[in-house]
């Protein structure tokens, strides 16, 4: 069955560092374009950083020479390196496909657990 499992979340202070992974199963990951998505309380949920099946990557202005999006195909992962990490960057942060670039794996809108990060002094 499809599963996205998020991890590596928690607490940081302001211009700390996290580095955030996804483990992907179910579906021939390697051909999908994926993304991290992130939501804050009473927001919505914004793409943040994606990447091809290539390895070309594509950020938010937000967020734009702090983060890095990696992959790993062999591991079915997909990994999130977080730099200079501000408190508007406080939510809970999901990985899925870039459902603009490779759409859904899914007839409904499956997200995993997701993982909190916040960003405080």
């Known amino acids: 069955q499809v599963r996205l499992v998020e991890s590596g979340g928690g607490l940081a202070q302001p211009g700390g560092s996290l580095r955030l992974s996804c483990a992907a199963s179910?579906?021939?990951?390697?051909?999908?374009?994926m993304g991290w998505y992130r939501q804050a309380p009473g927001k919505q949920r914004e793409l943040v950083a994606a990447?091809?099946?290539?390895?070309?990557?594509n950020y938010a202005d937000s967020v734009k020479g702090r983060f890095t999006i990696s992959r790993d195909n062999g591991k079915k992962t997909v990994t999130l390196q977080m730099n200079s990490l501000k408190p508007e960057d406080t939510a809970v942060y999901y990985c899925?496909?870039?459902?603009?670039?490779?759409?859904?794996?899914?007839?409904?809108?499956?997200w995993g657990q997701g993982t909190p990060v916040t960003v405080s002094s």
């Open positions: 899925n496909t870039d459902l603009a670039v490779s759409g859904p794996l899914l007839d409904y809108d499956y």
């Open positions: 990447i091809t099946s290539g390895g070309s990557t």
């Open positions: 179910g579906f021939i990951f390697s051909i999908y374009a």
